[in-house]
């Protein structure tokens, strides 16, 4: 079936931890935005409208594939220009997948201003579907009271030569705070959490309940019992959670920012937040009575473990290893940048997508898309590796799109010492260390690069059309800590004519960029 959204774009006002009311991005006039619901197999049309007044956008569907519809994905100056006030973009895809999603602004410096929300499809097939009474959707955030034009001319300039990422001033848990989910005795949910955040990951855990992990990204896993997760920007998890047979007593439901990521922690942040699992609304919430563990302390399920339920086969024998290193630093000016290899990822002046389908056979020469956009040109159905080693003593959690990938290891594993290794001393992968690797790898969109430490991971280039892979923390993707994959480009031309209304809003001057 169709599945139809109009969303008429613009500027609203709200208050989502009470202490500062701003202009967020709001959708037909409403915020929290409305949640995007399909089955797998649905068209997914969504008419927007951009009403904001002053400034360009685009969505982009994150963990969408796109097979075949490269130019839905979102991402400005990647696969199109941003829209400008006062004009439309129609996206219209077949979503042919299945699992928790989500959708974002992908123009830079736009989501965290609130223009972000999860997206989810249903699957009545899935091998848990008759295991579960109800769903629960639940969003984590960070929150900053100060907007994206406000925090922009401070952030990469002289006055912040660290490249320090701005503090947020909250943590949100679907868009509010102190929220009570309310339960059944005896009952079990598929609970679905989205880090729909812009920098900070976060723990989650319920006080005195454990749950059953059965997807990441999109991906079904082997069912696995945790009861902590370590959730960063951009990743999401569906859990099933068994309720108790009591009633007598509500539980907190703990979600605790992981401190390692923020430079300073001012006195004034809270780091770690309840929300309530509530059984009895009449029942007293026991807040003073609640002891949460530092972050550091707290030791999540390692997610690069799990097995897709798929039981997807190593992939072998990789046509391309790509090795890259990640390093924050400043360039003679004084701003703080981010490089993958000494490239720090630069938009170019027309999208990639665009440079593809009008370079003929150029098209497999990465010059012609500009040395700052990092291109890498892909063979069509090749196994692609890639090695992620981190210089940097923070984590950063790296996304592909158009694919999901296998994790063939990272180090050091989530465990104790996963975020204490930061000693200045980085680890780079030796494959002399690694002769075998997991038969079945977990497969996800989203994977966290330690500090200083690496992750291995392969994907098949069968989804011809020019991928981002970034740093989803969206001040490093303004730093530059990004590149493209250009996919299989010939047979991208040979699938894709671009409609004329998406040059149009190129000429119409929607060139604000993603990236420095
Ligand atoms: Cu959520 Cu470039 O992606």
Known sequence: KEVVYDFNVTWVTANPD??????IVGINGQWPLPVIEVDKGDRLIVNMYNGL?????????HGMFQNGTNDMDGASMVTQCPIPPGSSFTYNFTVNQHGTYWYHC????????????????????????????????VTLSDWYHDMMEDIKPKFMTVYNPSGAEPIPNALLFNDTQDLSLNVKPNTTYLLRLVNIGAFVAQYFYIEDHTF???EIDGVYTEPTEADTLYIAVAQRYSVLLTTKNTTDKNYPIVTVADSTLLD?????????????????ASAAHPQANITVE???????????????????????NPALSIQLDVVMDNLDNGHGYAFLNNISYTTPKVPTLYTVLSAGDQATDPTVY?????????????????????NDSGSHPFHLHGHNFQVLTRYPSYGADFFELADGDPVPYDPSNHSTFPAYPARRDVLVLPPEGYFVIRFVADNPGVWIFHCHIDWHLAQGLGMVFIEAPTQLQQRMTLPSDHLAACAAGGVQSEGN
């Open 106 to 137: 992908h123009t830079e410096y736009c989501y965290p201003d609130g223009y972000r929300q999860a997206l989810i499809i249903h699957d009545n097939t899935s091998y848990f579907a008759d295991q579960y009474e109800e769903e629960l959707a």
């Open 212 to 214: 059953t992990i059965v």
């Open 53 to 61: 007044g002053d400034k360009s956008t685009s969505i982009h569907f």
């Open 370 to 390: 500009g040395e700052f956009t990092h291109p890498m040109i892909l063979g069509h159905n090749d196994v692609v590796e890639i090695i992620l080693n981190n």
């Open 18 to 23: 009470g202490l500062a009311e701003r202009k």
């Open 264 to 280: 300073t922690i001012p006195s004034d942040l809270r780091l770690n937040y309840t929300n309530w699992l509530q059984y009895d």
């Open 294 to 316: 530092a972050s550091t302390d707290l030791i999540p399920y390692d997610d690069s473990t799990l097995v897709p339920y798929d039981h997807m086969p190593l992939l072998e």
